[in-house]
Nanobody
Framework: QVQLVESGGGLVQAGGSLRLSCVASGRTFSSYAMGWFRQAPGKEREFVAAISRGGDSAYYADSVKARFTISRDNAKNTGYLQMNSLKSEDTAVYYC??????????????WGQGTQVTVSS
């Protein structure tokens, strides 16, 4: 089992930045790829970004490419999502997830509880 806890969400003005963190506990964090997903009210959960177990490969949704950066620190059992140039359409609950291999699909084995990001225009 892997437990994931997100933090760092909040209210920010359009054009601003936030950094989300995801702390993992349980099994060895470095054994799992990590992903970030988001879900806006009335919409399906969508892929945002993913990173491989060692952090050498990263993948992004087109909507966030060049604005968001995913990273991880395996020594700290923590993953990050740096979000810059935020737009109102980025408003959603953001979830981190862990899986044995990196994928852009929502078929992740473990999920955090989510953190709210609200971008005001």
């Amino acid at each position: 089992q892997v437990q994931l806890v997100e933090s760092g969400g909040g209210l920010v003005q359009a054009g601003g930045s936030l950094r989300l963190s995801c702390v993992a506990s349980g099994r060895t964090f470095s054994s799992y790829a990590m992903g970030w997903f988001r879900q806006a009210p009335g919409k399906e959960r969508e892929f945002v970004a993913a990173i491989s177990r060692g952090g050498d490969s990263a993948y992004y949704a087109d909507s966030v490419k060049a604005r968001f950066t995913i990273s991880r620190d395996n020594a700290k059992n923590t993953g990050y999502l740096q979000m810059n140039s935020l737009k109102s359409e980025d408003t959603a609950v953001y979830y981190c997830a862990a899986h044995r291999f990196v994928t852009t699909s929502p078929a992740y084995s473990y999920w955090g509880q989510g953190t709210q990001v609200t971008v005001s225009s």
